[in-house]
């Protein structure tokens, strides 16, 4: 199974960015996925989740809750990250996986996201 993120970018705050995550390999649909981030100098943190339980129930770090925005496509084997009204503090690195320690799969590449002030 491998995790390709992309849709980071450089963005002034108050912008926003789409993230997307393909995950190959089976059993995705009933993964539940989460979306990380390392910020420079810092651990890597969780940022939010969403749930195989049919009704994509989600939740977020109160960090970015209320302007990010995670979803899921299950045909497409795709998680989604939908970042608004961005902050400089929102720069790092965005990672996606499981989002239970005990299914972790190897980490992917991330996506950098630089939000300028």
């Known amino acids: 199974v491998q995790l390709q993120a992309s849709g980071g970018g450089l963005v002034q705050a108050g912008g926003s960015l789409r993230l997307s995550c393909a995950v190959s390999?089976?059993?995705?649909?009933?993964?539940?996925m989460g979306w990380y981030r390392r910020a420079p100098g810092k651990q890597r943190e969780w940022v939010a989740l969403v749930l195989s339980d049919g009704r994509n129930t989600t939740n977020y770090a109160d960090s970015v809750r209320g302007r990010f925005t995670i979803s899921r496509d299950n045909a497409k084997n795709t998680v989604y990250l939908q970042m608004n009204n961005l902050k400089p503090e929102d720069t790092a690195v965005y990672f996606c996986n499981t989002a239970h320690t005990r299914t972790r799969l190897p980490w992917g590449q991330g996506t950098q996201v630089t939000v300028s002030s």
């Open positions: 390999g089976s059993n995705f649909i009933a993964r539940d």
